[in-house]
């Protein structure tokens, strides 16, 4: 047996190869027990001990040696007195191996009377819910937890913690020492922060201006259950902010859970900002939010589940784009067009979407249209039709020529990209992809050419060349470049296209020649500072 606490058989090789280890027990480093100490998590994945939120290692000088038999102890003392209303007071890890044999086993009948026993108990430590009847309780410390990878299949356990607002907290880890230059450089410490505001049991959300968001909260134990606990079976996409599963709350009501990733390019700000606009907002073309979950590890936002996805799922695709024939394609234009009006005009609020795209356009049961993600979305006061930022978010090939390059923001710049969506949508093409690079630089410039050639008709899906309706295709192409236009000020508002697409027979503007912007290098994240890091071109 050597310091790793493994018992080890060897044999001699030679002088240069030197032993050969061919048996140890335990087979790994993470099953010899109580080898991270008393409330410490050993990562088999990554070969490391961790501390658990609002607890940090014993002896840093025995850890940067790489002995973690000391273990964690507490940042925050418990103190039973401190806590009135349990807001949040849990850290929870979704895929652990547990503790030794739990000192209690009781029957509940719920998950939050699992959890409510743990709190009014001053000595219990952690608790885990089976999800039928069986609540597990643990008190002193905790030895022997095991960070499991996504294959292994693991249980959740929840851990008091030590902070009585149950507010803020921080996750400490310690990386064990690689070979080589990492060990000569030592261990270093990571802190992860976030914080968010509750009022008591109710779980009231507040915004920036202490007004109280109308949005139900949802306890992470009814999403846990609801979702399988996140398993990849009920993954049904993934965006920028990160997974969205399929839920199935009680009464079979399905919910889609949009969960942010630790490695998101989006944070929390851009979900409370989400949280605060969509829960003004009620339109049968906006995706309806049904509640949220903002706790100490995880930040959740719960949909209506859209059955058929995004819309582009179905125009991308070259088997399923069959499924949408002319008049749904022609519906689902109409129905986009009718959301982003009641945003611009006709809601308590102006809001600006800036991230309008194909992806963000969802598709219930019947094929209706519904705007979906409003984490970049930003409200603009009074009359007022546009602002400024220093900072340009969006995705490219949407984004309009002067909030690309300039970072001017309006609803034209929405319109911009309404323009681009029905071009993709009349076309099965992505605005971004290549389009006979000889004399085109995308959809938007090959559509120009089309259209001032008078063929553009040809720009339509093939499929749906023989059965759709022609003047309403080059209709819905003329609006669109009316939408693509360079100057704002030329580009119609909303409402306009709706008068536009719906009328028959009504004469149109014509369009004037659309601006390219053409990257000439390629950016991979999507939030970025113009005024470093953007290299565009405007083609007139």
Same mark, same amino acid.
């Given at each position: 047996m050597d310091v790793s606490g493994q018992i080890k058989q060897l044999t001699w090789l030679n002088n240069s190869a030197g032993w050969n280890e061919?048996?140890?027990?335990?087979?790994?480093?993470?099953?010899?027990?109580?080898?991270?100490?008393?409330?410490?998590?050993?990562?088999? @994945?990554?070969?490391?001990?961790?501390?658990? *939120?609002? %607890?940090?290692?014993?002896? =840093?000088?025995? &850890?940067?040696?790489?002995?973690?038999?000391?273990?964690? @102890?507490?940042?925050?003392?418990?103190?039973? *007195?401190? %806590?009135?209303?349990?807001? =949040?007071?849990? &850290?929870?890890?979704s895929s652990m191996s547990l503790p030794a044999s739990p000192d209690t086993n009781i029957t509940v009948e719920e998950a939050s009377k699992c959890r409510s026993t743990c709190f009014n108990d001053c000595s219990c430590t952690a608790y885990t819910y089976d999800g039928s009847d069986t609540c597990s309780i643990w008190t002193g410390d905790l030895f022997n937890l095991q960070l499991l990878s996504k294959n292994e299949t693991g249980r959740i356990i929840y851990v008091k913690l030590g902070s009585p607002q149950g507010s803020f907290s921080y996750i400490y880890y310690r990386r064990r020492m690689a070979k080589g230059a990492d060990r000569r450089k030592g261990n270093q410490g990571i802190q992860i922060s976030h914080w968010h505001k509750v009022n008591g049991e109710a779980k009231v959300l507040r915004n920036e201006n202490n007004e109280v968001i109308d949005v139900p909260y949802f306890h992470l134990e009814t999403i846990l259950a609801a979702t399988d606990n996140f398993s990849d079976a009920n993954k049904v996409g993934e965006g920028g902010f990160g997974p969205v599963y399929k839920g199935m709350f009680p009464g079979e009501k399905e919910i889609a859970v949009k969960r942010l990733s630790t490695h998101s390019g989006q944070g929390i700000d851009e979900l409370m900002n989400e949280v605060t606009l969509i829960a003004k907002l009620q339109h049968r073309n906006l995706v309806r939010l049904l509640g949220y979950c903002i706790n100490t590890t995880e930040q959740i936002l719960l949909y209506e589940y859209m059955p058929n996805k995004s819309l582009d799922t179905f125009i991308f695709d070259g088997s399923l784009s069959t499924l949408l024939d002319w008049k749904k394609r022609y519906d689902v234009i109409l129905g986009v067009a009718r959301g982003l009006a009641y945003l611009h005009h006709d809601s308590r609020l102006r809001i600006i979407h800036r991230d309008l795209k194909t992806s963000n356009i969802l598709l219930d049961e019947a094929m209706n249209p519904k705007i979906s993600d409003f984490g970049l979305a930003r409200i603009v006061e009074g009359t007022r039709t546009e602002a400024k930022t220093m900072k340009v978010v969006g995705t490219y090939g949407y984004m309009s020529p002067e909030y690309a390059l300039n970072g001017y923001f309006s609803i034209k710049s929405d319109v911009f990209s309404f323009g681009v969506v029905v071009l993709e949508i009349v076309s099965g093409r992505r605005n971004n992809g290549y389009y006979q690079s000889e004399e085109a630089l995308n959809l938007i410039c090959y559509a120009w050419k089309l259209w001032i050639d008078g063929n553009a008709i040809q720009l339509i899906e093939k499929s749906l060349l023989e059965s759709c309706n022609r003047e309403e295709v080059v209709k819905c192409i003329s609006v669109a470049l009316l939408c693509v236009q360079e100057d704002p000020n030329n580009r119609p508002n909303i409402s306009d296209v709706i008068v536009m697409l719906g009328g028959d027979g009504m004469s149109l503007p014509r369009p004037n020649r659309p601006a390219f912007v053409i990257r000439t290098h390629t950016l991979i994240i999507g939030e970025f500072d113009y005024n470093h890091t953007l290299n565009n071109h405007l083609l007139v």
């Open positions: 061919f048996w140890a027990r335990p087979s790994q480093q993470c099953e010899v027990y109580g080898y991270c100490g008393a409330f410490g998590v050993c990562d088999n @994945v990554n070969s490391r001990c961790n501390c658990f *939120s609002v %607890f940090k290692p014993r002896s =840093d000088r025995e &850890w940067n040696s790489n002995d973690y038999s000391s273990g964690c @102890v507490r940042n925050v003392e418990l103190q039973c *007195s401190a %806590f009135t209303v349990d807001n =949040d007071s849990f &850290w929870m890890n």
